[in-house]
Structure formats: structure tokens, C-alpha cells
């Protein structure tokens, strides 16, 4: 089991910009050392997953403007609760026993943060979906 736990940890990203502070909840210190490099090592995962949803739902979000886009990608992954289990699982899979057991102890905070930064990180990356249409046109 070590060596689960060591590749996993070994094959995220570092990602600079995450500060830490000594009056960090516990959350935020999970946040920021598990949930971020996670996120960002399944970024391409997500983006594609999510155009495949956009897809598979007629493709109405390449008819809308930016912000529309943009709304539509939060409305649409905090309504769609199995499109929420999905992402979820891809993150929750690379969790460590350790991180799992927090995860645990803690699993709505977790799951919220997980979906939110995940919404974040689509929405930061809105302009992949409509590059993605035009290769595929």
C-alpha cells in the first residue's frame, strides 16, 4: 500500500502559488495540499469529460456568450448530481489511504470544495471548449 501512496503523491504536480498559514483550517490545508495538485493533474480528464457532457446536451453552450457559458458551466455541474459523482470519483481515485481517512472525517466540506474548484478550473478554461468546437467543425 506504501507504494500506491508514494506514486500517487509522486505524480502530482507542485504547484507554486499555494501559500500556507498557521491558521489554515484543516480543510484548507487539504484543499491546498491534495485537492489542488489533484485537480490539476486530471485537468485534461475534466476539460474533456465536460465537453463530452456539453455534447451530449445538444450543445446549447456554444450558442452562448461568454458569461452565459460561464453560467452555464456552474448551474449546470452544481445541478447534475451524477455529472457531480463523476467528478468527484476522478479525484476521490487518487487519493492516498491517509487522505481517504480525511476525506472520511469530513465528507460534505470535502465534496463541496472538490466541486467548487473543479467549476473554478473549467470556467477559468472556458475558451478549450470553443477552440475544441472549431478543430472538430
Known amino acids: 500500500m506504501k507504494n500506491r501512496s508514494y506514486n500517487l503523491i509522486q505524480m502530482r504536480p507542485h504547484i507554486e502559488k ?20 489533484i485537480l490539476k493533474l486530471q485537468n485534461q480528464l475534466l476539460l474533456e469529460i465536460f465537453r463530452d457532457y456539453i455534447i451530449t446536451r445538444k450543445g446549447t453552450f456554444y450558442n452562448l456568450n461568454n458569461l452565459n457559458r460561464l453560467d452555464y458551466i456552474e448551474k449546470n455541474i452544481t445541478k447534475d448530481q451524477k455529472f457531480q459523482n463523476s467528478i468527484k470519483g476522478i479525484i476521490i481515485g487518487h487519493f492516498t489511504i491517509d487522505e481517504y481517512q480525511i476525506y472520511n472525517q469530513d465528507i460534505s466540506s470535502i465534496n463541496k470544495r472538490i466541486i467548487n474548484l473543479a467549476i473554478d478550473r473549467l470556467k477559468d478554461q472556458v475558451e478549450y471548449f470553443i477552440n475544441r468546437l472549431t478543430i472538430h467543425n
Open 18 to 37: 499555494i501559500k500556507s498559514f498557521e491558521n489554515m483550517s484543516r480543510q484548507e490545508v487539504f484543499q491546498n495540499k491534495t485537492l489542488r495538485p
